[in-house]
T-cell receptor, first 110, second 113 residues
Framework: GENVEQHPSTLSVQEGDSAVIKCTYS??????FPWYKQELGKRPQLIID?????GEKKDQRIAVTLNKTAKHFSLHITETQPEDSAVYFC?????????FGTGTRLLVSP | DAGVIQSPRHEVTEMGQEVTLRCKPI?????LFWYRQTMMRGLELLIY????????DSGMPEDRFSAKMPNASFSTLKIQPSEPRDSAVYFC???????????FGQGTRLTVV
């Protein structure tokens, strides 16, 4: 079945620095790649997504890039703020199914 | 819309007991997913439904787990008998169609003692 690998598992940065989280997927039929943010004790919520016909997408301080040939995609957060601290999950969507990576715990220190 | 509604929010039960988790998806959403979240394994997809029909249950860990969706507005995940290793947060999510945003419920924190 589909496998999504996510790195790193933890990431600590100083406020104002950039953070990059990387994921790889195995199913070449996957065509939808969302990123979710989960704050402590809360539900995962979508922050940005990208489809296979697009190589990059930006939304303010957040950007996602996709390399379909290499089967990997990345989340970039610029000018990080303490409120960006959370667990971030990538996911890969094939035929209806949405499979998540294992998550990255991001800690932004003031 | 109130979003995806799960009940109960917390469940503590003794080993061997039957546990039933409930989910009401967002009205009009065609897909429903059950996930289990633990520190060790992250978010695992257990089963998902499309138009009330189970499509893929390959993530269901054992025969002790079963899920139903009798209509478009209700789904259950049942564990019988429960074991301590089933302790986790169980999320239900729904989405309006193929490869679109999945909206998560608040989750049910299950503790089996």
């Amino acid at each position: 079945g589909e496998n999504v690998e996510q790195h790193p598992s933890t990431l600590s940065v100083q406020e104002g620095d950039s953070a990059v989280i990387k994921c790889t997927y195995s199913d070449s039929a996957s065509n939808y790649f969302p990123w979710y943010k989960q704050e402590l004790g809360k539900r995962p919520q979508l922050i940005i997504d990208i489809r296979s016909n697009v190589g990059e997408k930006k939304d303010q301080r957040i950007a996602v890039t996709l390399n379909k040939t290499a089967k990997h995609f990345s989340l970039h957060i610029t000018e990080t703020q303490p409120e960006d601290s959370a667990v971030y999950f990538c996911a890969s969507g094939g035929f209806q199914k949405l499979v998540f990576g294992t998550g990255t715990r991001l800690l932004v220190s003031p | 819309d109130a979003g995806v509604i799960q009940s109960p929010r917390h469940e503590v039960t003794e080993m061997g007991q039957e546990v039933t988790l409930r989910c009401k998806p967002i009205s009009g959403h065609n897909s429903l997913f059950w996930y289990r979240q633990t520190m060790m394994r992250g978010l695992e997809l257990l089963i998902y439904f499309n138009n009330n029909v189970p499509i893929d249950d390959s993530g269901m860990p054992e025969d002790r787990f079963s899920a139903k969706m009798p209509n478009a507005s209700f789904s259950t995940l049942k564990i019988q008998p429960s074991e301590p290793r089933d302790s986790a947060v169980y999320f239900c999510a729904s989405s309006p169609g193929l490869n679109t945003e999945a909206f998560f419920g608040q989750g049910t924190r299950l503790t089996v003692v």
